[in-house]
C-alpha cells in the first residue's frame, strides 16, 4: 500500500456543484495533516491544515478519520477559480504528499 | 516581506555539469526540504534538514548533494550523476522540527519552484 493516496482524476464538476476528494494514509501513527492546491506551473500553497476534529474554512471543509485513515476535502458552491489540482500532506517526520487529484470546474 | 525564494526561476544547463540551485527563507523555520515535482506526477522528497549542520536523505537523494551552513539557507546541487536532472525543483520550510506536537507548528510553505532543464 502506498503511503499516501489520492483518486487522480480530473474531477470534471460543473460551476456551483460541491465536490469531494479523498485521501488514504497507510502509517496510523501520522501526526499532522494538510491540504494543498497547486496552480499549473506553479509551487503548492497551503490551502488548510486538518485538525482532529474537523475545520471548515469558508466554501471548504476538511475532516480527519483516524480509524479508517483517511482525510477528506469538501468544496462547497464551486467557483471557477477553485480549478487546480489539490494535494494532500501527512506528516509523521516529514511531510509524504499524495500525487494530487485534478480539479477541472466547468462553467 | 517574509517568505521563501528560490533562484533562478528557469535554469537551463549541459549535460554532465553540476548545477546549485539556491533556497533562502527568512521565516526563522528551523525546517527545510528539496522535492522534485516531474510533469503530471506527485512531489518527491530529494534531501531535509531539521537543523543547521545537519540534514537527511529522502527518498531520492542519489546525484543530488545538500548543505545547511546557515538557517536561512538549504542549497541544493544536482550533479552529473543524477541521471534525469530535468524537472521542476520546489523548496519548502516548517517553522518547527518534525516530531513536534501541533499541526500549526508543522505547516510547510513553499518556494516558488526552480525549472531545470538539462540539455
Known amino acids: 500500500r502506498k503511503e499516501v493516496e489520492q483518486d487522480p482524476g480530473p474531477f470534471n464538476v460543473p460551476e456551483g456543484a460541491t465536490v469531494a476528494f479523498n485521501c488514504t494514509y497507510s502509517?496510523?501513527?501520522?501526526?499532522?495533516f494538510f491540504w494543498y492546491r497547486q496552480d499549473c506551473r506553479k509551487e503548492p500553497k497551503l490551502l488548510m491544515s486538518v485538525y482532529s476534529s474537523g475545520n471548515e474554512d469558508g466554501r471548504f471543509t476538511a475532516q480527519l478519520n483516524r480509524a479508517s485513515q483517511y482525510i477528506s476535502l469538501l468544496i462547497r458552491d464551486s467557483k471557477l477559480s477553485d480549478s487546480a489540482t489539490y494535494l494532500c500532506?501527512?506528516?509523521?517526520?516529514?511531510?509524504?504528499f499524495g500525487k494530487g487529484t485534478r480539479l477541472h470546474i466547468l462553467p | 516581506d517574509g517568505g521563501i525564494t528560490q533562484s533562478p526561476k528557469y535554469l537551463f544547463r549541459k549535460e554532465g555539469q553540476n548545477v546549485t540551485l539556491s533556497c533562502e527563507q527568512n521565516?526563522?523555520?528551523?525546517?527545510m526540504y528539496w522535492y522534485r515535482q516531474d510533469p503530471g506526477q506527485g512531489l518527491r522528497l530529494i534531501y531535509y534538514?531539521?537543523?543547521?549542520?545537519?540534514?537527511q536523505k529522502g527518498d531520492i537523494a542519489e546525484g543530488y548533494s545538500v548543505s545547511r551552513e546557515k538557517k536561512e539557507s538549504f542549497p541544493l546541487t544536482v550533479t552529473s550523476a543524477q541521471k534525469n536532472p530535468t524537472a521542476f525543483y520546489l523548496c519548502?520550510?516548517?517553522?518547527?522540527?518534525?516530531?513536534?506536537?501541533?499541526?500549526?507548528?508543522?505547516?510547510?510553505?513553499f518556494g516558488p519552484g526552480t525549472r531545470l532543464t538539462v540539455l
Open positions: 521565516l526563522n523555520h528551523d525546517a
Open positions: 519548502a520550510s516548517s517553522l518547527n522540527p518534525p516530531g513536534t506536537s501541533g499541526s500549526s507548528y508543522n505547516e510547510q510553505f
Open positions: 502509517n496510523s501513527a501520522s501526526q499532522s
Open positions: 534538514s531539521q537543523i543547521v549542520n545537519d540534514f
Open positions: 500532506g501527512v506528516r509523521d517526520d516529514k511531510i509524504i
